[in-house]
């Protein structure tokens, strides 16, 4: 299913760095939804910020209607996914669940089962914003609780079986009614909670086998934080070593001790459940972290990369010339995709990852080139041979600003490259201005390159910056700096990257608005747009394609330097 992005106008290069959460303004798209709301929703899966928590948890929903619950999406296949109930506002640019009835949810269900006494500790953080919910309980007669977060019990064995309580360990709630903090004794209304089960018993559901007539006290309320209208509260859970921890803003308000606990699995959840009667609850998510991880793929470094990653759409280029060609091998998408590996440019890592390896001493892809790489090439023709490589048709894409007639005629229209990965190594010897730098993602047109995205690190230093390059079809090249500086002899960037660190970066274009994002595990993520109005790409006849490996721009080095880097996730999306 390919899915049309709607143009969003810049008139400026915008830099910026942001806490974990959402990007406003400058990620922000939409797609053709499966719900009512298309004209104001996106798919969350195309906002950077979310894809490790979608790709960990599947989406569990009520039908309205009947209070049947499902899992309505699994793990890792959101791509193109909203509906009325799952969507992000493309006003805030944030996550967004909304459920009306009587308990019912629109949840995601982490699918990591753990247990709380491991000394590895499960953290979930959040910043929620509650849209008015006052009013979505004014009508109740019975409670006026919004669950938002839980960490809740799969029974003793990891399944569903009669172990399983009918009571999750924690809820984190907003509540529109008055309750007393059972610390302190003190009262509170409209604000946040945690409700922590205190026993390790079966105390509601009389059918159960295991149930416990006489259960005492089994909750401990906890008064978290006063509800803001005005601004997103953020949550972290952490749960491990025989401790609930939970964070407020940065502030620790509980520690407590879950060693009761240790005989059963636990998993999060995190979305909006309806505690209370008659009324649409709709929470916002501006930010999302499950274990503070990147997108990873499932890897077994037993596989070649086509068993870890799906390559039927790319081919690639490898400094060889085993055709005797004179120039460098194309690996088509269906030798590629069949197992492909080079033990010295493209393999499986110890780790599963993806290594990319390129020496300056190779083949390059043309006469017409001044470096060489090894380097993924996108097509979307899947090896039907009947579709050329070049041109506006089904192989290539085009920007929703192209012309109506070009649109039709192309394989997708915009488009988003996501990976992660590391750079092991870059070139040391060379001309100043070559040394220590690699593009490593691209979108390639015709014959300019509307971005490429560089890494660079300089003699000497052991932190990388990342800037990328943006070239009109006229005029001079455009140079936006993310993380430290593309300067021959700049100083070492306090927030660079090293070698060997994962990062994710995010390649967005949407009509003439080009967004990059890198993002790290526990660092802010950094955001740059750039207008594409007078670049020239908008006009009949431009096609474009994605790139992604590395891509050597050292050339005057010694020729047993190289550059390396291995991906951990790769997914392109239109």
């Keep these: ?282 929470v916002q998510f501006k930010s999302l972290i499950y274990n503070n991880k990147l997108p990873i793929a499932t890897l077994n470094p037993s596989l070649p990369p086509s068993d870890n990653f799906i390559l039927n759409d790319w081919y690639l280029s490898v400094p060889i010339d085993d055709d005797n060609s004179g120039t460098a091998d194309s690996i088509k998408e269906g030798e590629l995709s069949d197992g492909y590996e080079s033990s010295d440019y493209f393999y499986t890592g110890i780790d599963g990852g993806m290594v990319f390896k390129d020496y300056i001493n190779g083949f390059k892809t043309s006469t017409n080139t001044s470096y060489t790489r090894t380097e993924l090439r996108e097509m979307l023709r899947e090896g039907n041979t009947d579709i050329d490589t070049q041109g506006v048709n089904k192989n290539n894409w085009v920007f929703s600003t192209a012309p109506n007639s070009e649109q039709a005629k192309a394989g997708a229209v915009d488009g988003i490259l996501n990976a992660t990965l590391a750079v092991n190594n870059v070139t040391t010897t060379g001309a100043d201005y070559q040394v220590g730098r690699v593009v490593i993602g691209q979108i390639h047109a015709n014959d300019d390159e509307p971005v490429r995205l560089y890494y ?48 994710f970066y995010q390649i967005k274009s949407v009509g003439n608005n080009l967004t990059v994002t890198i993002m790290r595990e526990d660092k802010a993520e950094v955001i740059a747009s750039i207008n594409m109005t007078n670049s020239g790409y908008d006009q009949a006849g431009q096609y474009m394609y994605f790139k992604a490996g590395v891509y050597n721009q050292n050339n005057t080095g010694e020729n047993d330097e190289f550059v390396q880097a291995t991906f951990y996730y790769l997914d392109n999306q239109h």
């Design 1 to 282: 299913m390919k899915h049309k992005l709607v143009s969003t106008a810049l008139f400026s290069v915008f830099l910026v760095a942001c806490g974990g959460g959402g990007s406003g303004g400058s990620t922000k798209t939409t797609s053709v939804s499966s719900g009512n709301n298309a004209s104001y929703t996106g798919v969350p899966y195309d906002y950077p910020q979310y894809i490790n928590a979608l790709k960990m948890a599947n989406l569990q929903q009520s039908e309205p209607s009947d209070g049947t619950k499902s899992d309505v999406v699994k793990a890792g296949q959101y791509q193109y996914y909203d509906n009325d109930y799952f969507y992000i506002d493309k006003k805030s640019g944030w996550l967004t669940f909304e459920m009306n009835g009587e308990s019912n949810r629109s949840e995601l269900r982490f699918i990591d089962n753990f247990k709380s006494d491991n000394s590895e500790t499960y953290t979930l953080s959040a910043e929620i914003l509650p849209i008015n919910p006052t009013q979505s309980v004014i009508e109740s007669n019975d409670g006026q609780e919004i669950t938002l977060l839980q960490v809740h019990n799969k029974g003793k064995n990891g399944d569903t079986d009669d172990t399983v309580l009918s009571h999750p360990l924690l809820r984190v709630i907003w509540d529109g009614e008055s309750r007393s903090d059972d610390s302190t004794g003190d009262s509170y209304k409209n604000a946040y909670w945690a409700i922590i089960k205190t026993n390790a018993l079966e105390c509601k559901n009389q059918d159960n086998p295991n149930y416990n007539a006489n259960c005492p006290d089994s909750y401990n309320y906890y008064y978290l934080a006063d509800y803001d209208a005005n601004s997103p509260t953020k949550f972290g859970i952490e749960v491990g070593d025989s401790k609930l921890i939970i964070n407020v803003d940065d502030y620790q308000k509980v520690d407590f001790d879950i060693s009761y606990w240790s005989d059963f699995y636990s998993y999060f959840k995190a979305g909006v459940y309806n505690q209370y009667q008659n009324g649409n609850s709709i």
């Design 456 to 503: 660079r690190l300089l003699p000497g230093h052991s932190k990388g910056a990342i800037y990328f390059a943006h070239e009109p079809r006229t005029g001079d090249e455009v140079w936006v700096e993310m993380i430290g500086s593309r300067s021959d002899n700049a100083s070492e960037p306090s927030n660079g990257i090293e070698l060997n660190e994962k990062f």
